[in-house]
């Protein structure tokens, strides 16, 4: 039956984004990922794992190369 297939292929998991997070054009966050306070997500990332607080996050997956300032 379509109803049964399609109730197991649909799932979904809350994303968080805390306090000052500053997503850029075109960002996607996963279900089940949490955005740390004051992170800056790169525009175009794809956001798989949870970022730490107060860092810069950019690519495909994002990846963190610094802290902020």
Not at 34 to 56: E, H, K, L, Q
Request: charged content about 15%; aromatic content about 0%.
């Amino acid at each position: 039956m379509p109803g049964d297939r399609a109730a197991l292929l649909e799932q979904a998991r809350p994303i968080s984004i805390e306090l000052d997070v500053r997503l850029g054009g075109g960002t996607i966050v996963l279900p089940g990922v949490t955005v740390g306070a004051t992170t800056a997500v790169g525009a175009g990332s794809a956001v798989t794992r949870d970022p730490p607080p107060g860092v810069v996050a950019a690519g495909d997956p994002a990846r963190v190369p610094r802290p902020l300032p």
